[in-house]
């Protein structure tokens, strides 16, 4: 099955920027629905973007658009997360995860039951 491995998280002041990458093996990401998500302690995984390259679909959280931007290397096989002008209520674990690709046709927003398949996540913490 798919393996996703996060990695880019890191320590950050506010207004400042981080890129997290998905690196995706067994499997090439175009095949799947990718999503990033991410999940502070005592709250609920929530939707940052996802896409699907195939059918042209592309998402944001509301809170993501216009400071986050996700994209994809096909020669690396791997999905990024661009995160500008991030601010405290950013800080949180980053979870790159992987669905059938159908889902893409149909949604209109992220929903962590969705997706089958979960990399490790990767800390971003923004100080003011």
């Known amino acids: 099955q798919v393996r996703l491995v996060e990695s880019g998280g890191g320590s950050v002041q506010s207004g400042g920027s981080l890129r997290l990458s998905c690196e995706v093996s067994e499997g090439s990401y175009n095949n799947y629905l990718m999503g990033w998500f991410r999940q502070v302690p005592g709250k609920e995984r929530e939707g940052v973007a996802a896409?699907?390259?195939?059918?042209?679909?592309?998402l944001y959280a509301d809170f993501a658009t216009g400071r986050f931007t996700i994209s994809h290397d096909a020669a690396k096989n791997t999905v990024y997360l661009q995160m500008d002008r991030l601010t405290p209520e950013d800080t949180a674990v980053y979870y790159c995860a992987a669905a059938s690709w159908t889902i893409a046709l149909t949604m209109t927003s992220i929903r962590a039951a969705d997706f089958a398949y979960w990399g490790q996540g990767t800390q971003v913490t923004v100080s003011s």
């Open positions: 896409f699907q390259e195939d059918v042209s679909k592309i």
